[in-house]
Structures are given as C-alpha cells and as structure tokens.
C-alpha cells in the first residue's frame, strides 16, 4: 500500500543547528509488502502466547511482568530511536515487545482491575484518535515513509501501542465475551482485512485509514491465531501449548528478519520518500 497525506517538506528552526535531533533523516521504519504483513501477524500471534508463556511460567504474576516487559521495551526503543536509520533486528525487536506489553496492558485493566473489555475497547480507540489528531496537528502529516525526524517517530511508536492495546481488547471482546471462539474469530478478523484491501484497490478507500485499520486488525488476527494453537483442546485450541507456540513464530519471525537485513528488500526507496 502507498498511504500519503498531504506533505509538508521539513523546515529547521531559526538558529538550530542542522545536527539537531529533529534534522532530515533516512525513513525510520520499512517498506510495506507481503514481508511487513507477515512479519506483523506473526508479532501479533507471539505477543499474545508469550504473554501469556510469562504470566503462567515467570513467577513475577501479571504486574511484575508488566513491568519487566516495559521496561525491556523501553531499552530497546532507545535504540531504535538512537539509529540512524531502519534497522530490521531493532524495529521488529521493538514490534515484540509492544506485541507484549500491548497484550499486558489490556490483561491488566481486565484481570487486575476489573475493567469491561466494552470500556477498554473503547478507551484504547479513543487513545488511538487523539496520537492521530495530536501527530497531524504537530505534524501536518500523517505519512509513514516519513518517519524521519524524532517527533513523528515518537507518534508513530505511540500509535502503534494503541493499535496493540486497542487490537488485544476488541479481539478479546469478539472471542470470548461474544464467544465466537478462537477459530471463527480468526477467520472473521481475516475477512475484514480482506474487506479493507479489497476497498482500498478497488475503491480507492484512503490509503492512509486502510493501513491503520489492516494494521489494528492484524492484531486480534494474530491474538485469535496465537490462541487457537496454543489453548487446550477442552477450551476450543489445538494444544500446542504457549512454548512451542511462541517458539515457532518467534523462528519464523528471526528467520524473515534476517533475509530482510541481508537483501534489504524492505529498505523505503527514494521514490517513495
């Protein structure tokens, strides 16, 4: 997908240096294709079972591993933020882990304190607006091959936790309070981001909103797919169990990453920026 709004060209502050974080960089994140998908549905599918993988065998409970994630997520986005440019082991990296965190948040308002997944799903949709309506306001774009300066980075990491959180609470909402169970679930969530590439190339649907919807979709896509290999037989699963469940994606996920980093082919091409 392209998804451009409308752009405005960079414009140092009078009297800033041009070394100054806010200076024209190369395109922080990478080139959307087959490979971005994937890798992004594959994210998804382990921060649901590695959430859960931590929360049943770390010993720490739901709070303590909340904060061990965070905190992990914290020290690598400062060096993704810290780059020069896309790097594949960095921002995927970083991807896990608000996969995670993302999941936790969720679980938190949920288990913890008691939250309705009605009212998180809401909240985190509301969140979700607000990064859009602050970073355009900033920014005056909303473009993701633009990600090159320390500002629209920030919005970017930001919306893509609220894309998690928000993906988590709505795919727990449709599976297990509406209880279409893990399979179906999966399988709705899959038509709709089929519904929204198909109205996007054929209806010319903004680029823009189809791939922040795909993107928020992808996630309860993930989460149902996570769930459904990894739960007991007895609770609609197949019983692969959290372990090795998290394992494989988490091996198909380095192994993709590593023939991006060597072939460069999600690398954003001048043309696009």
Same mark, same amino acid.
């Given at each position: 997908? $392209?998804?451009?709004?409308?752009?405005?060209?960079?414009?140092?502050?009078?009297?800033?240096?041009?070394?100054?974080?806010?200076?024209?960089?190369?395109?922080?994140?990478?080139?959307?294709?087959?490979?971005?998908?994937? $890798?992004?549905?594959?994210?998804?599918?382990?921060?649901?079972?590695?959430?859960?993988?931590?929360?049943?065998?770390?010993?720490?409970?739901?709070?303590?591993?909340?904060?061990?994630?965070?905190?992990?997520?914290?020290? *690598?986005? *400062?060096?993704?933020?810290?780059?020069?440019?896309?790097?594949p082991g960095v921002y995927w990296s970083a991807v896990v882990l608000?996969? *995670?965190?993302?999941?936790?948040?969720?679980?938190?308002?949920?288990?913890?304190?008691?939250?309705?997944?009605?009212?998180?799903?809401?909240?985190?949709?509301?969140?979700?607006?607000?990064?859009?309506?602050?970073?355009?306001?900033?920014?005056?774009?909303?473009?993701?091959?633009?990600?090159?300066?320390?500002?629209?980075?920030? @919005?970017?990491?930001?919306? *893509?936790?609220?894309?998690?959180?928000?993906?988590?609470?709505?795919?727990?909402?449709?599976?297990?309070?509406?209880?279409?169970?893990?399979?179906?679930?999966?399988?709705?969530?899959?038509?709709?981001?089929?519904?929204?590439? $198909?109205?996007? @190339?054929?209806?010319?649907?903004?680029?823009?909103?189809? @791939?922040?919807?795909a993107y928020i979709l992808t996630r309860p896509l993930g989460a149902?797919?996570?769930?459904?290999?990894?739960?007991?037989?007895?609770?609609?699963?197949?019983?692969?169990?959290?372990?090795?469940?998290?394992?494989? @994606?988490?091996?198909?996920?380095?192994?993709?990453?590593?023939?991006?980093?060597?072939?460069?082919?999600?690398?954003?091409?001048?043309?696009?920026?």
């Open positions: 997908m $392209i998804y451009e709004a409308s752009e405005s060209p960079v414009v140092p502050e009078a009297g800033r240096a041009p070394g100054s974080r806010d200076r024209l960089r190369r395109s922080k994140v990478p080139e959307v294709t087959v490979y971005f998908w994937i $890798i992004k549905v594959l994210c998804t599918t382990v921060g649901e079972t590695a959430a859960d993988l931590l929360n049943e065998r770390a010993g720490l409970g739901l709070t303590g591993v909340s904060v061990l994630m965070s905190a992990l997520l914290a020290v *690598v986005l *400062v060096v993704q933020f810290r780059s020069s440019a896309y790097r608000i996969s *995670v965190v993302g999941t936790l948040v969720s679980d938190n308002l949920t288990d913890n304190m008691g939250v309705p997944l009605e009212t998180s799903t809401t909240v985190f949709a509301i969140v979700l607006a607000l990064v859009f309506f602050a970073w355009y306001r900033r920014e005056r774009i909303l473009s993701i091959h633009h990600i090159d300066t320390t500002s629209r980075e920030s @919005f970017y990491w930001l919306a *893509v936790l609220s894309t998690f959180a928000l993906g988590t609470a709505a795919g727990d909402l449709v599976s297990e309070r509406i209880g279409l169970g893990y399979w179906l679930s999966a399988v709705l969530f899959a038509a709709v981001i089929a519904a929204v590439a $198909i109205a996007h @190339f054929a209806l010319d649907l903004d680029a823009l909103w189809s @791939f922040w919807s149902s797919i996570g769930d459904y290999l990894s739960q007991p037989t007895g609770d609609g699963g197949l019983g692969l169990g959290t372990v090795l469940t998290s394992a494989l @994606f988490l091996a198909v996920i380095l192994g993709l990453v590593v023939y991006l980093s060597v072939t460069r082919r999600d690398v954003v091409r001048p043309e696009h920026a």
